[in-house]
């Protein structure tokens, strides 16, 4: 059993920045992919970047490749999401969710444990 908490969110202008934390408790979290997904009111919820288990392999989807990181200490139980040179179009909820997979998904639905979400809203 894995249990995720988010933070980090909040209210930033466009072009600024914001890191996203989502810290884990098990002790086998290592073990597992992790992946951000992002809903913004009256859209699907979509990918935002996944993390392999070991941080080696990084995905992202286009839109915020070159402005997104994730990252990853697993001493710390914690994948972290930088975002930078942050649009209006990146208002959301975002959701870090993790995954016993033998490779990291873009795909919600293989996601077996989610955390309860972060509000990240950037004005124009």
């Known amino acids: 059993q894995v249990q995720l908490v988010e933070s980090g969110g909040g209210l930033v202008q466009a072009g600024g920045s914001l890191r996203l934390s989502c810290t884990a408790s098990g002790r086998t979290f290592s073990s597992y992919h992790v992946g951000w997904f992002r809903q913004a009111p009256g859209k699907e919820r979509e990918f935002v970047a996944a993390?392999?288990?070991?941080?080696?392999?990084?995905y992202y989807r286009d839109s915020v490749k070159g402005r997104f990181t994730i990252s990853r200490d697993n001493a710390k139980n914690t994948v972290y999401l930088q975002m930078n040179s942050l649009k209006p179009e990146d208002t959301a909820v975002y959701y870090c969710a993790a995954a016993f997979l033998v490779a990291p998904s873009d795909y919600a639905d293989e996601y077996n444990y989610w955390g309860q979400g972060t509000q990240v809203t950037v004005s124009s």
């Open positions: 993390i392999s288990w070991s941080g080696d392999s990084t």
